[in-house]
């Protein structure tokens, strides 16, 4: 079994900075593309930023310039730091990692943590 555990989340003011972090543990064969996704209340889950296994990373339109995601493969842990956070960042941001593991090393899963809650606010 695979488990992806967030970590980082709280209170920040609008301006302020917060990172958040994702370790993944278990069984890991390989760990592929991981990623970083937000949902605020009543909308739809969408995209903040992925990486590669190799670092090629991808951002939404909306946090380029001020989030950055960074993995370190050693600890499979994946990092969102935010900066000049905005109140429209308020959201539960959940961890994604596509794995494969070692029951079945020739398959790619996707995984999800539970979530953790940022809230922008003065």
């Known amino acids: 079994q695979l488990q992806l555990v967030e970590s980082g989340g709280g209170l920040v003011q609008p301006g302020g900075s917060l990172r958040l972090s994702c370790a993944a543990s278990g069984s890991i064969f390989r760990l592929y593309a991981m990623g970083w996704y937000r949902q605020a209340p009543g909308k739809q889950r969408e995209l903040v930023a992925t990486?590669?296994?190799?670092?090629?990373?991808n951002y939404a339109d909306s946090v380029k310039g001020r989030f950055t995601i960074s993995r370190d493969n050693a600890k499979n842990t994946v990092y969102l730091q935010m900066n000049s956070s905005k109140p429209e960042d308020t959201a539960v941001y959940y961890c994604?990692?596509?794995?494969?593991?070692?029951?079945?090393?020739?398959?790619?899963?996707?995984?999800w943590g539970l979530g953790t809650q940022v809230t922008v606010s003065s």
């Open positions: 990486i590669t296994s190799g670092s090629s990373t």
């Open positions: 994604n990692a596509v794995v494969s593991t070692y029951v079945t090393p020739n398959y790619q899963r996707n995984y």
